[in-house]
């Protein structure tokens, strides 16, 4: 069995996500896949009925109006990896996830704003030429975190 303490926590969430419904399901998936935080920048979330479990009620969330905000409020000694299809990104399969981050998505159709591109610690992409819909792309990560976390103990 993993000791928490060991294992370092995660965050998740998305920066002026359009379509509440992802941001549901994604909360849902962050529920389940152990996340220990969500939040959104820009545009808030509202109550969705594709988020079954309730995950807000159930974790902390975090609003920030800009990323400015909340990138001077990142936990200390965590990193920000941006999820993002960018020449500087590396392949999620051989990504080592840091103990202590926190995964930032962008808007399904414009992806990460260049500040956020730039101050990220670590991009991650996929095997993919197109976009993958934000919640199946975070839900992606935060499966490949877990996956990973266990097979190493």
Same mark, same amino acid.
């Given at each position: 069995?993993?000791?928490?303490?060991?294992?370092?926590? @995660?965050?998740?969430?998305?920066?002026?996500?359009?379509? =509440?419904?992802?941001?549901?399901?994604?909360? *849902?998936?962050?529920?389940?896949?152990?996340?220990? @935080?969500? @939040?959104?920048?820009?545009? *808030?979330?509202?109550?969705?009925?594709?988020?079954?479990?309730?995950?807000?009620?159930?974790?902390?969330? +975090?609003?920030?109006?800009?990323?400015?905000?909340? +990138?001077?409020?990142? =936990?200390?000694?965590?990193?920000?990896?941006?999820?993002?299809?960018?020449?500087?990104?590396?392949?999620?399969?051989?990504?080592?996830?840091?103990? *202590?981050?926190?995964?930032?998505?962008?808007?399904?159709?414009?992806?990460? =704003?260049?500040?956020?591109?730039?101050?990220?610690?670590?991009?991650?992409?996929?095997?993919?030429?197109?976009?993958?819909?934000?919640?199946?792309?975070?839900?992606?990560?935060?499966?490949? *975190?877990?996956?990973?976390?266990?097979?190493?103990?």
């Amino acid at each position: 069995m993993v000791n928490n303490l060991e294992q370092g926590f @995660f965050g998740i969430g998305i920066q002026n996500g359009k379509t =509440p419904e992802n941001l549901g399901v994604l909360w *849902r998936s962050a529920q389940n896949m152990g996340a220990s @935080f969500i @939040f959104t920048i820009g545009n *808030r979330y509202a109550k969705q009925a594709c988020d079954t479990h309730k995950a807000v009620g159930a974790m902390p969330y +975090f609003h920030y109006k800009t990323f400015e905000d909340f +990138f001077e409020n990142l =936990p200390k000694g965590s990193q920000l990896v941006g999820v993002e299809l960018h020449e500087k990104s590396t392949q999620l399969e051989t990504f080592v996830h840091p103990k *202590r981050c926190v995964y930032l998505l962008g808007a399904e159709d414009h992806g990460l =704003p260049k500040i956020a591109i730039e101050k990220s610690h670590h991009l991650v992409k996929f095997k993919s030429e197109l976009s993958l819909n934000v919640s199946v792309a975070g839900s992606i990560v935060m499966y490949d *975190r877990q996956a990973k976390l266990h097979f190493k103990n």
